[in-house]
Nanobody, 126 residues
Framework: VQLQASGGGVVQAGASLRLSCKAS????????MAWFRQVPGKEREFVAA????????DYADSVMGRFTISRDNDKKTVYLGMNNLEPQDTALYYC????????????????????WGQGTLVTVSS
């Protein structure tokens, strides 16, 4: 599975952005998906995950209530809607995929995922 993330940019605090991650190759609906983020000098941080069908989601406490993960299996795309952005949200955002069975729990560690996109940069100014 190849993943291509897009949608990053430079915004002011309080603004909104929507990231997209388009998959190619493989069977998208067989994969749970996630977003992680990373700033220089820090470990990659879990942001959100979504199950194969989209019926289950999980979020980091730091983004709960502000970010929304969703997917469109027909378009082979996962999204991350980000509202009320804060300077602390500034990071390189990565989408990730793992092939899994329907009943598998969502993963929140980078090692849980097999496939990674190239990252898209989000910069939030105060």
């Amino acid at each position: 599975v190849q993943l291509q993330a897009s949608g990053g940019g430079v915004v002011q605090a309080g603004a909104s952005l929507r990231l997209s991650c388009k998959a190619s190759g493989g069977t998208f609906s067989f994969h749970s998906m996630a977003w992680f983020r990373q700033v220089p000098g820090k470990e990659r941080e879990f942001v959100a995950a979504i199950s194969r069908s989209g019926g289950s989601t999980d979020y980091a406490d730091s983004v709960m209530g502000r970010f929304t993960i969703s997917r469109d299996n027909d378009k082979k795309t996962v999204y991350l809607g980000m509202n009320n952005l804060e300077p602390q949200d500034t990071a390189l955002y990565y989408c990730a995929a793992k092939r899994t069975i329907i009943t598998a729990p969502l993963g929140s560690h980078p090692d849980d995922y097999n496939y990674w996109g190239q990252g898209t940069l989000v910069t939030v100014s105060s």
